[in-house]
């Protein structure tokens, strides 16, 4: 499974003493590494959002006439979007990570939300919990980094001409994301049984039952029934509503952490170049924005502290906080640079900046 030519040392004094810190932080205070009531709490409040938005989509959208019932469809629809989106941040990735609960059984329930939203879960632990969170904005290797032919993220990628207007056009294509991952993505890499240079094997027994019945699942109550109840146009305005606000924001936030002038990258040739230190390679490839902004934190389950969940991804979201200053401490002391952009609004800018000089054809931020 891993690239054996990366190699990647953990046992360096600062990722050492960063793991006994905060091992030091647990014991002090006597929490759980899970996100216990809190998370389940959490978890019933977003669920409750998407019935909410889902109801009113299907019930107003079927009864209000004129444009009105249009409106209420794109509306929810948006909403559910939103929720959907939220589930995901907030729930589905703590449990893929093994830290939503103590409790394997209650992470793999809560893994298993990704496939009722459309997206396989068996894929994601290999393409995000190995992929992306050993190789990080590694050219080549982290898939995330690839959105070719559309856009250049990455110095050592392939510039096109039309590239020059990716900071333009790559926000609204971030819409289309999670159809593209839920109706193309997920099978193709396991019909070719690889995500880019790795190999996943083909998944089997519940992880095959999972997959198609989440499918279906999915297909069935947030295209087919707004179908049959609302009509072909109106189920598919809300399907593409939820699609599209979804998406955006999925792609938006993971943006922000690894595509923006702060974190650096690295061709495949250079990862290879000497062994790495896993967590000054984690701290220089992520950076965390908007800290103080506790309704954001609390929407994008902590994907703004994004680099403590790199250093720290089998730990709940709702601890990132109190260990971004643990973190920022030890970097400070062991001279390692650990980036974060205090308003939501300058990492927007910097993203934006980052996709027109990446579609400018300037190579920078090699590693
Ligand atoms: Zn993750």
């Known amino acids: 499974m891993e690239d054996p030519r990366i190699r990647f040392d953990s046992r360096t004094a600062f990722s050492l003493a960063l793991k006994h810190r905060v091992d030091a932080y647990f014991q002090a205070t006597g929490r759980s590494r899970g996100g216990g009531a809190r998370m389940m709490l959490k978890t019933a409040v977003i669920f409750a959002w998407l019935f909410a938005g889902y109801a009113?989509?299907?019930?107003?959208?079927?009864?209000?006439?004129?444009?009105?019932?249009?409106?209420?469809?794109?509306?929810?629809?948006?909403?559910?979007?939103?929720?959907?989106?939220?589930?995901?941040?907030?729930?589905?990735?703590?449990?893929?990570?093994?830290?939503?609960?103590?409790?394997?059984?209650?992470?793999k329930a809560a893994a298993s939300v990704l496939d009722l939203l459309g997206a396989s879960s068996y894929v994601w632990r290999v393409k995000h919990g190995v992929i992306h969170h050993t190789y990080t904005n590694i050219e080549g290797v982290d898939d995330d980094l690839d959105a070719a032919p559309f856009a250049r993220m990455a110095p050592s990628q392939k510039h096109h001409r039309a590239h020059r207007f990716q900071h333009l056009y790559m926000w609204p294509l971030y819409g289309f994301l999670t159809a593209k991952w839920f109706l193309f993505d997920d099978f193709s890499n396991l019909a070719r049984g690889r995500i880019g240079t790795h190999r996943i094997r083909r998944p089997r027994g519940l992880d095959l039952g999972i997959l198609v019945g989440g499918k279906i699942v999915h297909f069935a109550w947030a295209l087919l029934i707004p179908i049959l109840v609302l009509g072909l146009g109106k189920g598919l305005v809300f399907y593409a509503a939820l699609s599209v606000a979804c998406g955006v924001t999925l792609s938006v936030v993971f943006q922000l952490?690894?595509?923006?002038?702060?974190?650096?990258f690295a061709s495949t040739s250079e990862a290879q170049a000497q062994t790495r230190d896993f967590a000054a390679h984690q701290l220089a490839t992520t950076v965390d924005f908007a800290r103080g902004n506790k309704l954001l934190s609390w929407y994008v389950g902590g994907l703004n502290f994004q680099a403590v969940h790199h250093l720290f991804p089998r730990v709940s979201h709702l601890h990132y906080p109190a260990l971004a200053k643990i973190v920022e401490q030890t970097a400070a002391e062991f001279g390692v640079r650990y980036r974060a952009t205090e308003k939501l609004r300058a990492a927007l800018r910097s993203h934006y900046r980052w996709l027109r000089r990446m579609g400018s054809g300037e190579a920078v931020g090699l590693a």
């Open 56 to 107: 009113g989509a299907l019930a107003l959208g079927g009864f209000l006439g004129g444009s009105g019932s249009w409106i209420a469809v794109i509306a929810f629809g948006l909403s559910c979007g939103l929720a959907t989106a939220g589930l995901g941040m907030a729930v589905q990735h703590d449990g893929g990570h093994l830290a939503y609960s103590e409790r394997r059984g209650i992470n």
């Open 257 to 264: 952490a690894h595509c923006v002038e702060e974190a650096e």
